[in-house]
């Protein structure tokens, strides 16, 4: 198994730009793939972006293309998530996600293992 736990998150003005990262332990990190998804308040768990294990594929939702960055140090055990041109629209509980196999989709069902999240407030 592997645990999760996420930081970097704050309160900011639009426009402005965070760095959140998950910090993993446990099993070897690098056989995971991650990704990361927000919830806003009377949401629903939206995904945000995916970095496969060997680093070399990324994805993201159309919202967020162009503002932020997935990346990932397998060395470090630990995901980022670059958030640049913050837009009060990005305000959400953020959270990590890993799996072993290989997500089909980008639902939330597809990962097995989450963190507890870490607020980002984008005030206008």
């Known amino acids: 198994q592997v645990q999760l736990v996420e930081t970097g998150g704050g309160l900011v003005q639009a426009g402005s730009s965070l760095r959140l990262s998950c910090a993993a332990s446990?099993?070897?990190?690098?056989?995971?793939?991650t990704g990361w998804f927000r919830q806003a308040p009377g949401k629903e768990r939206e995904f945000v972006a995916y970095?496969?294990?060997?680093?070399?594929?990324?994805y993201y939702t159309d919202s967020v293309k162009g503002r932020f960055t997935i990346s990932r140090d397998n060395a470090k055990n630990t995901v980022y998530l670059q958030m640049n041109s913050l837009k009060p629209e990005d305000t959400a509980v953020y959270y990590c996600?890993?799996?072993?196999?290989?997500?089909?989709?980008?639902?939330?069902?597809?990962?097995?293992?989450w963190g507890q999240g870490t607020r980002v407030t984008v005030s206008s």
């Open positions: 996600a890993a799996t072993v196999r290989l997500p089909l989709g980008v639902a939330p069902s597809e990962y097995n293992y």
């Open positions: 446990g099993r070897t990190f690098s056989t995971y793939h």
């Open positions: 970095i496969s294990r060997s680093v070399v594929n990324t």
